[in-house]
Nanobody
């Protein structure tokens, strides 16, 4: 059974940094697209960034470009979302997601992803 286990997150002041991790298991599942999403109460899940183990497919939402960096460590089978220059509006529950086949839609569409992490709360105080 595929599992995505997240770590990281927390509370930080505006301008600070946080890093989220998303470990994929079992290790035999090592070719995938990974997306990062965030959600605030009352709103739909919003795509933040994406990447792929086989390279390319690196996308960012306009709201985080230049501040967030997505990466994948193949040896660790873990994805990372490095968040810098955080703003209050970055507050939300962050989820990683993975799909092991080419998706037919857009990288920032939650329905394209099959497996999801448990979520990590990120709170940015202004």
């Amino acid at each position: 059974q595929v599992q995505l286990v997240q770590s990281g997150g927390g509370s930080v002041q505006a301008g600070g940094s946080l890093r989220l991790s998303c470990a994929v298991s079992p290790s035999s599942y090592n070719t995938y697209f990974m997306g990062w999403f965030r959600q605030v109460p009352g709103k739909e899940r919003e795509g933040v960034a994406s990447s792929a183990t086989h390279g390319g497919f690196v996308y960012y939402a306009d709201s985080v470009k230049g501040r967030f960096t997505v990466s994948l460590d193949k040896a660790e089978n873990t994805g990372y979302l490095q968040m810098s220059s955080l703003k209050h509006e970055d507050t939300g529950m962050y989820y990683c997601a993975a799909v092991f086949s080419v998706y037919g839609g857009s990288w920032d569409s939650a329905k394209e992803y099959t497996y999801w992490g448990q979520g990590s709360q990120v709170t940015v105080s202004s």
